[in-house]
Nanobody, 116 residues
Framework: QVQLVESGGGLVQPGESLRLSCAVS????????MGWYRQAPGKQRELVAT???????VYSDSVKGRFTISRDNAKNTVYLQMNSLKPEDTAVYLC??????????WGQGTQVTVSS
């Protein structure tokens, strides 16, 4: 497994933006499918966005058009740009890395709180 370190969470007001980052300790970052889940209190973990090793991006319906996932293979980092944030986006956001034949690796999570 690889080590993932997330950053960028915080407290914002509705309508504002945040960018999350997830740095991965590996020399073969481009081989990994990367993504973000979120976990809100009392709710099931939700897959928010995925960026495959082949370059495909997938979003949940709840964030489509507001969130953008991107990756910089030279920096071993995946990003989640979150715009037009809503109170229902409040959750712990977890980064994951997936590679065929290996167990998923997870970050420690970063809290995003959207409140006025």
């Amino acid at each position: 497994q690889v080590q993932l370190v997330e950053s960028g969470g915080g407290l914002v007001q509705p309508g504002e933006s945040l960018r999350l980052s997830c740095a991965v300790s590996t020399t073969i970052f481009s081989f990994y499918t990367m993504g973000w889940y979120r976990q809100a209190p009392g709710k099931q973990r939700e897959l928010v966005a995925t960026f495959t090793s082949g370059g495909t991006t997938v979003y949940s319906d709840s964030v489509k058009g507001r969130f953008t996932i991107s990756r910089d293979n030279a920096k071993n980092t995946v990003y989640l740009q979150m715009n037009s944030l809503k109170p229902e986006d409040t959750a712990v956001y977890l980064c994951y890395a997936r590679r065929s034949g290996y167990a998923n690796s997870w970050g420690q999570g970063t809290q995003v709180t959207v409140s006025s």
